[in-house]
């Protein structure tokens, strides 16, 4: 059932959340269906670009799963032999610190979901950027694994993926539990804090003061969820000073709570967080919350001071933290956990296809994976070709025909799985939590993937790879980063 969302006041749970229109237009209308983009394309992101880079103006793999539809996953060639470890960074000791969250206190070390590194070319060399459980903001050179930049320190671990601006600014974007969104320079001798969004800046608020979400950058415009579940957009006013240092001037100008009251009554609870990263398709931002509630909201008019609106609401009746993908048509593909077990989830399943053409009946197909529970996806579906490849926290990968939504192929690896599969020249690369990084060969998308090989590096795999130039890089629980690549 497609439900408008109405402004009104926050009085007490259950009632309609206040949706702040910073800019003072008019509020959200009633859900309506998205409009079909013109042959000649002019808008926010081009849904024909679906599995290209970020933008032509940086050449490198520039936020979690590269580009505004989140469809790029790097370049290759891809060893199609077993590769060798080529750096471990730190080479000694563990990226590990304490932090809290609803189990309490523990140590967390390494990386994990969904934690992808930037990779990028700047000023003749190679950079990987990532945040990691030891609260830091690490620069590393690609070829050494030796820190370009000193770390930036942070007050609590960091689970998400950063964002490099798209536009050539030196400019880093990532979020920590500390309750901070950050704007880092990485054009001075250290990395230098610009701005931060706090998850209180704007209310009503709701669950925590994470931020897991890996934002986009488009026109200078920063997209970005928070686990404090709202939804914000930054006019981040980007240029350089005097000095010739890059500056910004940010200033929020629009936020949306990432609920309704019909999604508070319909799971029973406010775990409603925005853990997933914005995708953006033609003219509008799709996202998902840890309540099931899947919207889109259309900013064709923000550059001209219009409100964006709410166009497409869906509930998949369950935890949604996986990012939406968009391909080139403007689907939808959506992972979702099976954890509260409701009707509903029971009834779209937990993995799907939506058409935000048909905003009143957008389910194209589905295939369950609630067999027991905790079950469903925790890692977001990587397209290719006429298939999309799903992994669920069993540890089964499963191939579905994008059209038909049939199961092509399936197997299995030691659970749990939450990395996000990705796939480079004809390979699948995904890990596992025994600490192997497998890849397979899928150039037939109607034939069982043939295994390639299998690298051991040790630590669960939660952590989705950055692979760039044929070299893999990402982080395990273990409490390192490593880079692999053709031996």
Known sequence: ????????????CGTEPEVRFVTGSPPATPVEAVTVAPASFEGWSDPAKVGQPYGETVDGLLTFRGNPT????GTGPVPRTKPAQR????????????????KGERVWCGSGWTGQPAVFERQGRTW????????????????????????????????????VDPDGFPLVYTGSRDNYYRILAIDRGKPTELWRLSATAVSPTMWNNDWDGSALVIDDYLFEGGENSQFHVV?????????????VKPKVVFHAPGWDAQLLKDVGDQNVSIEGSVAVSGNVVYFANSGGLVQGWDISGLKQGRTPKRVFRFWTGDDTDATIVADEKGALYIGAQYERGTARSRQVGQMMK????????????????????PAGIWGTPALYKDVVIYDTTGGDVVGVDRDSGAVRWRFHLPPTTWQSPVVVDDVLLIGDCKGDMHAYDVRDTKAQPKPLWTVHIGGCVESTPAVWKG????GT???AFHAIGAA
């Open 235 to 247: 006019k981040l006013n980007r240029g350089y000073g005097p000095d010739g240092k890059v500056r």
């Open 87 to 102: 750096w471990q960074f730190p080479r000694t000791g563990g990226l590990c610190a304490k932090s809290t969250d609803s």
């Open 471 to 474: 070299t893999l890089y990402f």
């Open 128 to 163: 990987v950027v990532f945040g990691a459980y030891d609260r830091a903001v690490h620069f590393l050179d690609a070829k050494t694994g030796e820190r370009i930049l000193p770390d930036f320190p942070t007050g609590d671990i960091i689970k998400g993926s950063v964002t």
């Open 477 to 479: 629980r273990a409490g």
């Open 1 to 12: 059932m497609v439900v408008a969302l109405s402004v009104g006041v926050v009085a007490a």
């Open 70 to 73: 989140r469809t790029y996953y």
């Open 354 to 373: 939506l058409d935000p053409s048909r905003p009143k009946d957008p389910l194209v197909w589905k295939v369950d994976d609630h067999a027991t529970k």
